[in-house]
């Protein structure tokens, strides 16, 4: 059975071409610059773009050849499948996910939808909302309303709260000072 090749496949559902972010311009004097337009002319079908997440923790991307449906990196041999090939927008090549210490190829998905179903079976809302990346911006601008509501609302109890004192305040010294005449101490000051 032939297997199909991707590698040059372009996906249907693109319309425009997207501005490649992760190559520098072309330079004349670059050896790479020279390296990669030699590899994307010529040898488009015998190398990959891979991702390779190293045991320390890091990732790094780089162009491997294929040889035999494998690719050498660091002295390990790793597998090529076909099946778990993505493209990638800015290489504008298809791509292989490794980890250094994993012959076989991964398949790098994030699991939206079992985090969707955990948060819904929460009863938190906001944190529905927070995690969507269309509504987190609305979200963020409705939270700093909301505060800032809240907050103007504690400062006119605040003003309510000094001016109960104040009234307060001087119903008692009224109250001080009519007690302090009824009881002639004022006699003595006005003679």
Known sequence: MAKKNIIN???????????????????????NSWKGLYIKKFKTNKVIYCNFELN???HTT???????????????????????KYY?????????DYH???????????PLNDINIAIQSSNIHNI???TNPNVLRTF??????????????ITDFFKQVRLLVIISA???VISLLILAQSEGYFKGITG
């Open 56 to 58: 320390n923790g890091n």
């Open 100 to 110: 250094e210490g994993f012959s076989l190829p991964i398949k790098r998905k994030f």
């Open 88 to 96: 990638h927008l800015g290489f504008q090549e298809c791509m292989l």
């Open 170 to 172: 001087l119903a008692s």
């Open 62 to 84: 780089c162009i491997l050849p294929i040889e035999n449906g494998r690719v050498i990196f660091n002295n390990g041999t790793y597998l090529v499948d076909d099946a778990l």
């Open 128 to 130: 529905s909302y927070a």
């Open 140 to 153: 963020q601008i409705n939270d700093v309303v909301r505060s800032a509501i809240q907050a103007a609302g």
């Open 9 to 31: 496949q372009q996906p249907e559902l693109l319309e425009t071409k997207p501005i490649n972010l992760f190559t520098k311009k072309f330079s004349v004097f670059s050896i």
